[in-house]
């Protein structure tokens, strides 16, 4: 199975020529794309904590804001325009720098907010959400009398 895998995969790179794929990597369809260019981010779990990592370089920490709340965490951010780039007369040959304000969320469910932690350090920022405890003698089975 993985090597008609792999031989559908090379068919597929036959057919997207170097021309095609350029077209693809295009800036005119970069907006399609669904995956996040801004604020990459890494989450790990443990038994006791999530770990959050996003990249959010050139952000104030000022500017960042975390809620968490029904079970969602949101991140944003907000960066003003960049003024080095324009030449004397206001003219911009490329630019990829993101700026205005981003925003990313996650379902991390129940984290106690009272243990949480955030810090923000050469670009990166580092959310620790420990997990809530759980609670003894609660659930959802009834007892029949």
Not at 2 to 15: C, G, L, W, Y
Not at 90 to 117: C, T, W
Not at 135 to 144: K, L, R, S, V
């Amino acid at each position: 199975m993985a090597n008609e895998i792999q031989r559908h995969n090379n068919m597929f790179d036959d057919v997207m020529s170097a021309g095609m794929r350029n077209l693809l990597n295009d800036n005119f369809f970069s907006g399609f794309n669904a995956k996040a260019d801004h604020m990459k981010t890494d989450i790990a779990e443990t038994d006791k904590n999530y770990v959050v990592k996003v990249d959010m370089p050139g952000f104030d920490k000022k500017d960042i804001h975390i809620n968490y709340e029904n079970n969602i965490l949101t991140i944003t951010g907000r960066r003003d325009t960049f003024d080095d780039l324009s030449d004397k007369d206001g003219n911009i040959l490329h630019s990829e720098r993101n700026y205005g304000q981003m925003s990313r969320s996650f379902r991390l469910p129940e984290v106690d907010l009272k243990k949480a932690s955030a810090h923000y350090s050469d670009g990166v920022l580092v959310l620790t959400l420990p997990k809530l405890a759980p609670e003894a003698g609660t659930g959802t089975h009834i007892e029949i009398e």
